[in-house]
């Protein structure tokens, strides 16, 4: 494939630190990464970083590989020390008859929904149903610390993965998400619009022009409706399936064993796969909107699902059941992941980092009341987001003493402050003044200064008798003013007590009257 040169990228890299050595909660060190593009014929749809398992797993989080609209693939080296390198992976169908771009069922031509790097080999997939293994380019960025002399031993890492450029079909269209298995990369599982949840794992072929092909390990069966126990509904309607993201439970074994999903219909579910059914062993209807993303945070105990309105519900794992809110948001979240509790903080739970189409990235609170702890405006609509969980921030200088706010004084305090600075500017007044010796002896140079020292007091104790009779008359002042307020207050009470008299004594008279004339 051809390496062209990269339109103009913006990387912005959010890790900030406190000089204190805790981290306060308003003062959160944010291990968050946020690429995007300038160029919509680039636009980003998926990030992930460059990984290794070999001689143990990590993550390279200096490098960022970007699947962009268009088939192509970027790989950006966040340090800045190497320029960024762009590659073609796939061209988009073209309708030779009418030279437009194939659409698929959601009506969008082909496009990335799946991407995964590790030891070199990028798995990528597309919304056609094709799955890509493309050897990253030897140039590429990466972490001047890797050791470059383990990358031959891929073969030993994963003997299944391709070693060179293949594409691999799985029969199927209309795909919404594709998982890669971190503990064994040649495991995936793909779900889309009215495509179900389907676990495939790569095996060599040789009847196959590409060498390998995917074989279906697992397949999931749709939910029975609650009436009567049977597959279709009351109106005997299939039930939807659209499965909009995917995420694995348990991802350091060596086979996956349970995942969880999410549909546009609302759906939560989570899917044994070693258990005897195929149905899930968890499933529940949540919110109002079509669920758009999902991750798990806590251990994968619990799940973070988003939709298309700016909700981010919290979800337990288990039951299925609903455990907060996150708010604030406006529009799609287009990603959200869970920041681990950072190192060196104190009684601080874990965070939560979401991305959307308000060009804000947003910090919540893991665990109880979920607030919003930093917002940050990054200028375009964010498409993706990463999170490096092995990122700590520097140890900070314990010489270096934090910034503090200025203590609020009481009106007392700053008093007493304008008297000390007024006392200290007569000292350097008086003291400026020199004895004048005019031949007369030293009584008289004495007497001058006993003079001046008094009029210095004289000046004082008028100064402070002038305040003591100002803040006197103020008091007096208000206490005048409360009185007079009574005073109207009772003077007002009366009169009105005075006018409802009069007009009661007028009905009695004209009623005395009425029956005078009646008796006549």
């Given at each position: 494939?051809?390496?062209l040169p990269?339109p103009?990228i913006?990387?912005?890299?959010?890790?900030?630190?406190?000089?204190?050595?805790?981290?306060?909660?308003?003062?959160?060190?944010?291990?968050?990464?946020?690429?995007?593009t300038l160029?919509?014929?680039?636009r980003?749809?998926?990030?992930?970083?460059?990984?290794?398992s070999i001689?143990?797993?990590?993550?390279?989080?200096?490098?960022?590989?970007?699947?962009?609209?268009?088939?192509?693939?970027r790989?950006?080296?966040?340090?800045g020390?190497?320029a960024?390198?762009e590659?073609?992976?796939?061209?988009?169908?073209?309708?030779?008859?009418?030279?437009e771009?194939?659409l698929?069922?959601?009506?969008?031509?082909?496009?990335?929904?799946?991407?995964?790097?590790?030891d070199?080999?990028?798995?990528?997939?597309?919304s056609?149903g094709?799955?890509?293994y493309?050897?990253?380019?030897?140039?590429?960025?990466?972490?001047t610390?890797?050791?470059?002399?383990q990358l031959?031993?891929?073969a030993?890492?994963n003997?299944?993965?391709?070693?060179?450029?293949?594409?691999?079909g799985?029969?199927?269209?209309?795909l919404?998400?594709?998982r890669?298995f971190?503990?064994?990369p040649?495991?995936?599982?793909?779900?889309?619009?009215?495509?179900?949840?389907?676990?495939w794992?790569?095996?060599?072929?040789?009847?196959?022009s590409?060498?390998f092909?995917?074989?279906?390990?697992?397949k999931?069966?749709?939910?029975?409706?609650s009436?009567?126990?049977v597959?279709?509904?009351?109106?005997?309607?299939?039930?939807?399936?659209?499965i909009?993201?995917?995420?694995?439970?348990?991802?350091?074994?060596?086979?996956?064993?349970?995942?969880?999903?999410?549909?546009?219909?609302?759906?939560?579910?989570v899917?044994?796969l070693?258990?005897?059914?195929?149905?899930?062993?968890?499933t529940?209807?949540?919110?109002?909107?079509?669920?758009?993303?999902?991750?798990?945070?806590?251990d994968?105990?619990e799940?973070?699902?988003?939709?298309n309105?700016?909700?981010v519900?919290?979800i337990?794992?288990?039951?299925?059941?609903?455990i907060?809110?996150?708010?604030?948001?406006a529009?799609?979240?287009s990603s959200?992941?869970g920041?681990?509790?950072?190192?060196?903080?104190?009684?601080?739970?874990d965070r939560?980092?979401?991305?959307?189409?308000?060009?804000?990235l947003?910090?919540?609170?893991?665990s109880?009341?979920?607030?919003?702890?930093?917002?940050?405006?990054l200028?375009q609509?964010?498409t993706a987001l990463l999170?490096?969980?092995?990122?700590?921030p520097?140890a900070p200088?314990n010489?270096?003493k934090?910034?503090?706010g200025?203590?609020?004084?009481?009106?007392?305090?700053?008093?007493?402050?304008?008297?000390?600075?007024?006392d200290?500017d007569?000292?350097?007044?008086?003291?400026r003044?020199?004895?004048v010796?005019?031949?007369?002896d030293?009584?008289?140079?004495?007497?001058?200064m006993?003079?001046?020292?008094?009029?210095?007091?004289a000046?004082?104790?008028?100064k402070?008798?002038?305040?003591?009779?100002?803040?006197?008359?103020?008091?007096?002042a208000?206490?005048?003013a409360?009185?007079?307020?009574?005073?109207k207050?009772?003077?007002?009470?009366?009169a009105?007590?005075?006018k409802?008299?009069?007009?009661?004594?007028?009905?009695q008279?004209?009623?005395?009257?009425?029956?005078?004339?009646?008796?006549k």
């Amino acid at each position: 494939m051809p390496l062209l040169p990269p339109p103009s990228i913006v990387a912005n890299v959010k890790r900030t630190t406190t000089p204190s050595g805790t981290i306060s909660s308003d003062q959160l060190a944010i291990p968050v990464v946020v690429l995007t593009t300038l160029d919509r014929t680039r636009r980003v749809e998926l990030l992930c970083f460059r990984s290794f398992s070999i001689p143990e797993p990590r993550v390279d989080r200096n490098s960022v590989i970007a699947a962009c609209s268009g088939g192509w693939t970027r790989i950006f080296d966040l340090e800045g020390a190497a320029a960024p390198l762009e590659f073609q992976m796939f061209e988009p169908k073209v309708n030779p008859d009418t030279l437009e771009l194939v659409l698929d069922k959601n009506k969008q031509p082909e496009q990335f929904v799946g991407l995964y790097e590790v030891d070199g080999i990028i798995i990528a997939a597309t919304s056609f149903g094709n799955v890509h293994y493309f050897p990253t380019p030897v140039n590429a960025p990466t972490n001047t610390t890797s050791d470059e002399s383990q990358l031959p031993k891929v073969a030993e890492a994963n003997p299944l993965l391709p070693k060179s450029a293949v594409s691999v079909g799985l029969g199927i269209t209309n795909l919404c998400c594709m998982r890669v298995f971190p503990g064994s990369p040649n495991f995936i599982a793909t779900g889309g619009n009215d495509r179900d949840l389907c676990v495939w794992k790569l095996e060599t072929d040789e009847t196959q022009s590409s060498g390998f092909r995917l074989k279906e390990m697992w397949k999931a069966k749709n939910v029975r409706s609650s009436l009567n126990d049977v597959k279709n509904d009351y109106l005997d309607l299939r039930v939807p399936v659209h499965i909009t993201d995917i995420q694995f439970i348990s991802p350091n074994e060596a086979e996956p064993s349970k995942v969880a999903t999410v549909s546009h219909h609302r759906h939560f579910r989570v899917y044994d796969l070693k258990g005897i059914g195929r149905r899930p062993m968890v499933t529940i209807e949540i919110g109002a909107n079509p669920l758009k993303r999902l991750t798990l945070v806590n251990d994968e105990k619990e799940a973070l699902a988003s939709d298309n309105k700016g909700n981010v519900f919290h979800i337990d794992v288990s039951t299925g059941k609903t455990i907060g809110t996150f708010r604030g948001i406006a529009g799609t979240v287009s990603s959200l992941a869970g920041i681990p509790k950072v190192k060196r903080t104190k009684d601080l739970s874990d965070r939560v980092a979401v991305v959307g189409a308000d060009r804000f990235l947003r910090v919540y609170e893991g665990s109880g009341k979920r607030r919003s702890l930093r917002s940050i405006y990054l200028k375009q609509r964010m498409t993706a987001l990463l999170v490096d969980p092995t990122w700590d921030p520097p140890a900070p200088d314990n010489d270096s003493k934090p910034k503090t706010g200025r203590k609020r004084q009481s009106r007392d305090e700053m008093d007493d402050d304008e008297d000390g600075d007024s006392d200290a500017d007569d000292d350097a007044l008086w003291d400026r003044f020199e004895v004048v010796r005019d031949g007369s002896d030293n009584d008289e140079a004495e007497t001058s200064m006993a003079k001046a020292k008094k009029l210095k007091a004289a000046t004082s104790l008028t100064k402070g008798s002038a305040t003591a009779a100002a803040v006197a008359a103020a008091s007096a002042a208000k206490a005048m003013a409360a009185k007079t307020r009574t005073t109207k207050g009772a003077a007002a009470v009366e009169a009105a007590r005075a006018k409802v008299r009069s007009r009661a004594v007028a009905a009695q008279k004209q009623q005395i009257s009425g029956v005078g004339r009646v008796n006549k």
